[in-house]
C-alpha cells in the first residue's frame, strides 16, 4: 500500500524533505507525541491515536504504537532519527485521481459555472490562446506544491494543455520540478497545428528521456468514440501496448 505519512502544520520543504528520506534511503524515522489517524483493522474505521508514536522504516511504516514511547520498539541506530510530532497530525497522504494542474490559474473563477459555460470559457478546447508555454509551466507547478502541501501525495494529471510541443513539455517540466509523485497523463488529442502522431513521437522522447524524478509519464486519450477506427486510435493503443 503507498502509505507516505503527511505532517500538517509543517513547512513545504520538510514534507519534502521526509518525502524523500522515507522513500530514497534506507534509514528509520520514530514521530512521536502527534495525533495519528490510524486504521483499526478490527473495526474497519479510522482510529485516532492522541500523542502516538509511528515507525517508518526506509519507505514502510512498520509500526504505529498508542504511546509516545519509543523504549525498545525499534532497532535504533545512527540511521534513526526521531522526529517530535506533538500538536501535529499523522496522516496517510491523500492520492488525487483527477487533477488538471494547468487551470490551476482559473482557482475560484468558476465556483458558480454550468458544465456548459465551463466548457466555453474555461476549457482546453479554448484556452490554447491565453496560454505561454511558461504560464502553463507555472500554473502546473504551483497546483502541484498546493496540493502537496494540503497533504496530497500523489496526483493523476489529467494533461490536456498538449496544444503544442512547446505547451505539453512546459507542463511536464513543471511537474517534474514540483518533486511530487505524479503520473503525468499526457493527453493525445486533436488540435491543429500539432498532430497526434507528432504528440505520440513527443511521448516517446518525453519518456526515453527515464529523467530520474517522481514523475511517471502515463498517457491519456479522450477520442474513442470520436474516432474509434482511426489510425490516431489504433497508434495510441499499440503505444500503450
Ligand atoms: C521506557 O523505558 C524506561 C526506562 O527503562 C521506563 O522507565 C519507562 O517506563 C518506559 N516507558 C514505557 C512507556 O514503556
Ligand atoms: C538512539 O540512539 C542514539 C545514539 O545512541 C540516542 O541519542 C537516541 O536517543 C536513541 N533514540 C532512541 C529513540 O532511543
Ligand atoms: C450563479 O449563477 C446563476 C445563473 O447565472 C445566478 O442566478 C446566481 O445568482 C449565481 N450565484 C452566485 C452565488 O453567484
Ligand atoms: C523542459 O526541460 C528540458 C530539460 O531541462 C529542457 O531542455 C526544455 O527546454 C524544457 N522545455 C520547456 C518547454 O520548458
Ligand atoms: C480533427 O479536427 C478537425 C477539425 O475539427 C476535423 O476536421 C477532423 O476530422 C478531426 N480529426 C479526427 C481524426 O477526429
Ligand atoms: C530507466 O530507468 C529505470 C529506473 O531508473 C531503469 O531500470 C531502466 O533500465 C532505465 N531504462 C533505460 C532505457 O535507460
Same mark, same amino acid.
Given at each position: 500500500?503507498?502509505?507516505?505519512?503527511?505532517?500538517?502544520?509543517?513547512?513545504?520543504?520538510?514534507?519534502?524533505?521526509?518525502?524523500?528520506?522515507?522513500?530514497?534511503?534506507?534509514?528509520?524515522?520514530?514521530?512521536?507525541?502527534?495525533?495519528?489517524?490510524?486504521?483499526?483493522?478490527?473495526?474497519?474505521?479510522?482510529?485516532?491515536?492522541?500523542?502516538?508514536?509511528?515507525?517508518?522504516?526506509?519507505?514502510?511504516?512498520?509500526?504505529?504504537?498508542?504511546?509516545?514511547?519509543?523504549?525498545?520498539?525499534?532497532?535504533?541506530?545512527?540511521?534513526?532519527?526521531?522526529?517530535?510530532?506533538?500538536?501535529?497530525?499523522?496522516?496517510?497522504?491523500?492520492?488525487?485521481?483527477?487533477?488538471?494542474?494547468?487551470?490551476?490559474?482559473?482557482?475560484?473563477?468558476?465556483?458558480?459555472?454550468?458544465?456548459?459555460?465551463?466548457?466555453?470559457?474555461?476549457?482546453?478546447?479554448?484556452?490554447?490562446?491565453?496560454?505561454?508555454?511558461?504560464?502553463?509551466?507555472?500554473?502546473?507547478?504551483?497546483?502541484? !506544491?498546493? =496540493? %502537496? &502541501? #494540503?497533504?496530497?501525495? @500523489?496526483? +493523476?494529471?489529467?494533461?490536456?494543455?498538449?496544444?503544442?510541443?512547446?505547451?505539453?513539455?512546459?507542463?511536464?517540466?513543471?511537474?517534474?520540478?514540483?518533486?511530487?509523485?505524479?503520473?503525468?497523463?499526457?493527453?493525445?488529442?486533436?488540435?491543429?497545428?500539432?498532430?497526434?502522431?507528432?504528440?505520440?513521437?513527443?511521448?516517446?522522447? !518525453?519518456? =526515453? %528521456? &527515464? #529523467?530520474?524524478?517522481? @514523475?511517471? +509519464?502515463?498517457?491519456?486519450?479522450?477520442?474513442?468514440?470520436?474516432?474509434?477506427?482511426?489510425?490516431?486510435?489504433?497508434?495510441?493503443?499499440?503505444?500503450?501496448?
Amino acid at each position: 500500500m503507498l502509505f507516505i505519512m503527511h505532517y500538517l502544520k509543517v513547512t513545504l520543504p520538510t514534507v519534502w524533505a521526509l518525502l524523500y528520506t522515507t522513500s530514497a534511503l534506507a534509514k528509520t524515522n520514530v514521530l512521536t507525541g502527534g495525533t495519528i489517524i490510524a486504521y483499526d483493522e478490527a473495526t474497519k474505521l479510522p482510529k485516532v491515536i492522541r500523542g502516538g508514536t509511528l515507525v517508518l522504516e526506509n519507505d514502510r511504516v512498520s509500526q504505529i504504537l498508542e504511546q509516545s514511547s519509543t523504549n525498545g520498539t525499534f532497532s535504533n541506530s545512527s540511521d534513526t532519527e526521531v522526529i517530535d510530532c506533538t500538536d501535529k497530525i499523522i496522516t496517510p497522504g491523500f492520492i488525487d485521481t483527477h487533477r488538471h494542474g494547468w487551470q490551476t490559474v482559473y482557482k475560484t473563477m468558476a465556483s458558480n459555472t454550468t458544465l456548459g459555460e465551463y466548457f466555453s470559457r474555461l476549457s482546453a478546447f479554448v484556452s490554447q490562446p491565453y496560454f505561454t508555454p511558461e504560464d502553463v509551466y507555472i500554473s502546473q507547478k504551483v497546483g502541484i !506544491l498546493e =496540493a %502537496l &502541501n #494540503a497533504g496530497t501525495t @500523489t496526483i +493523476l494529471d489529467h494533461a490536456h494543455h498538449t496544444w503544442t510541443r512547446e505547451h505539453a513539455a512546459a507542463g511536464y517540466n513543471g511537474t517534474v520540478d514540483s518533486g511530487a509523485r505524479v503520473y503525468f497523463a499526457y493527453t493525445f488529442q486533436n488540435v491543429s497545428g500539432f498532430s497526434v502522431q507528432d504528440q505520440l513521437s513527443h511521448w516517446r522522447e !518525453l519518456n =526515453a %528521456l &527515464n #529523467a530520474s524524478s517522481l @514523475t511517471t +509519464l502515463v498517457m491519456s486519450y479522450d477520442d474513442f468514440s470520436a474516432n474509434t477506427y482511426g489510425k490516431d486510435t489504433q497508434d495510441m493503443v499499440k503505444l500503450a501496448l
